[in-house]
């Protein structure tokens, strides 16, 4: 790449964030984002390019976890650099050709944008020059009900998502939104969960006594809490 080359600097949301405002085309009609989604968690994703071997995989995985998505109140937007007609076509040919894993005739009903402007993969920063000036990268938006990002993974284009990780991420913002707690490293409804350390001496000593807690140092306690109560709590009835 040529060091000379210089490139539009466009400064990316972060955590905490409102996500940026835009209004699309979409295979599933036109959406006024996040408007449209207000009081459900949504995953905004971008993949490189339609016809392509790891977009493919990534798309029909997500469409055959759609429904477990939905049940964490979780809806999915897709977008690429291609057009409207590009898109119903690469979608048509992933339902009528493509097996994989054991995967086939599979049906995309989320919405993909239309976005060869790229105006709103500048507005998230999906554009990432030194990978590619013309493609996205594989970018991964958690927003919350009220409209805020709460988490961003972004990966290169060669390497495909973990969908697992992308759903564990969804359970564990829930969680800790509803218990108020924090999860540790590789969490699963039914682990232990972290509870914050005191912010005193005499905290500290109180955490250390509480027989509801298992605190190894006055900075680090952990607590049970139950995989149904859990999932009473962040998933649909």
Same mark, same amino acid.
């Given at each position: ?24 085309? @979409? ?5 006024? +984002?996040?408007? /449209?989604? #207000? !009081? ?7 993949? $490189? ?57 599979v049906e995309v009903n989320f919405p993909l944008i239309e976005d060869i ?8 920063g999906m554009i990432q020059p030194n990978?590619?000036? @013309? ?5 991964? +938006?958690?927003? /919350?009900? #009220? !409209? ?7 990966? $290169? ?81």
């Amino acid at each position: 790449m040529d060091q000379n080359v210089e490139h539009e600097v466009v400064s990316m949301p972060r955590i905490g964030d409102a996500a940026p405002e835009f209004k699309a085309v @979409t295979t599933q009609g036109n959406i006024n +984002f996040p408007a /449209d989604y #207000k !009081g459900s968690w949504v995953i905004l994703f971008s993949h $490189p390019a339609d016809f392509t071997p790891v977009c493919t995989s990534e798309f029909m995985t997500f469409a055959t976890m759609e429904d477990q998505f939905a049940n964490a109140n979780c809806k999915l937007v897709g977008l690429s650099i291609d057009g409207l007609y590009s898109h119903i076509a690469w979608l048509r040919t992933i339902k009528e050709k493509i097996e994989y894993k054991g995967m086939k005739d599979v049906e995309v009903n989320f919405p993909l944008i239309e976005d060869i402007t790229m105006n709103v993969a500048k507005k998230y920063g999906m554009i990432q020059p030194n990978e590619d000036t @013309t493609k996205a990268v594989r970018a991964v +938006f958690f927003i /919350d009900p #009220k !409209g805020i990002i709460r988490a961003i993974i972004y990966y $290169p284009l060669s390497l495909g998502r973990n969908f697992d990780e992308l759903y564990r991420v969804v359970l564990a913002l829930k969680t800790a939104d509803e218990f108020g707690v924090a999860t540790p490293a590789d969490w699963r409804p039914g682990d232990d969960v972290i509870i914050g350390p005191a912010g005193s001496c005499s905290g500290a000593k109180d955490r250390m006594e509480d027989s509801e807690l298992d605190c190894k140092d006055w900075f680090f306690c952990t607590k049970k809490l139950d995989k149904n109560k859990v999932l009473d709590k962040i998933l649909k009835k």
